[in-house]
């Protein structure tokens, strides 16, 4: 069994100030880890991926993430925030051969001029 | 790129009307997947396929059906559409590990 846990479902930050968005997973096997992001009325897009190997993964649009598995999390950063920024990110999990991501609840990113 | 193709971005249906969702890929993935997102509750699996013909209940099957019959198609079928059927519908595609879904557009399902 796997399942995210994305604290904070509304997260606001200021033009240029650093992005944290958080999620904690659990999974019963080494997991792959996701963040994807979703604009208004558009499907989701994969912002980055961490499946084996490095654990600080970089994304599109200037994003990164770190694998920490003593702490079962996958927090996804953005040293500076844009305006285009503005979206609603979801981190996912899945493990082995599962077919299927089991997907956090999404947190909205507001950014503030 | 791969491309997943949802027929309809915007639906009106009525109550008890018949709905049908389609989902084309382009990338000769065996995995497809149909998910339902509102607000709140992210998004939440309802059926999925391995391969043509072969299909698994998600997490909340229940009113829906689907079909596989090619492929690169993956449809989902609500037999009689009711209001709390209201929300967004996502179709994915995968190949194999490590599992990376892309997304349609999706469509908006809105039952009176």
Not at chain 1, 56 to 69: C, D, Q, Y
Not at chain 2, 18 to 46: A, T
Not at chain 2, 98 to 107: D, Q, R, T, V
Request: with cysteine; glycine share 8%.
């Amino acid at each position: 069994a796997q399942s995210v846990t994305q604290l904070g479902s509304h997260v606001s930050v200021s033009e240029g100030a650093l992005v944290l968005l958080r999620c904690n997973y659990s999974s019963s096997v080494p997991p792959y880890l996701f963040w994807y992001v979703q604009y208004p009325n558009q499907g989701l897009q994969l912002l980055l991926k961490y499946t084996t190997g490095a654990t600080l993964v970089k994304g599109i649009n200037g994003f990164e993430a770190e694998f920490k598995k003593s702490e079962t999390s996958f927090h996804l950063t953005k040293p500076s925030a844009h305006m285009s920024d503005a979206a609603e990110y979801f981190c996912a999990v899945t493990g082995g051969s599962n077919y299927k991501l089991t997907f956090g609840k999404g947190t909205l990113l507001t950014v503030n001029p | 790129d791969v491309k997943v193709t949802q027929s309809s971005r915007y639906l009106v249906k009525r109550t008890g009307e018949k709905v049908f969702l389609e989902c084309v890929q382009d990338m000769d993935h065996e995995n497809m997947f149909w998910y339902r997102q509102d607000p709140g509750l992210g998004l939440r699996l309802i059926y999925f396929s391995y391969d043509v013909k072969m299909k698994e209940k998600g997490d909340i099957p229940e009113g829906y059906s689907v079909s596989r019959e090619k492929k690169e198609r993956f449809s989902l079928i609500l037999e009689s559409a009711s209001t709390n059927q209201t929300s967004m519908y996502l179709c994915a595609s995968k190949s194999f590990l490590p599992g990376e879904l892309f997304f349609g557009e999706g469509s908006r399902l809105t039952v009176l």
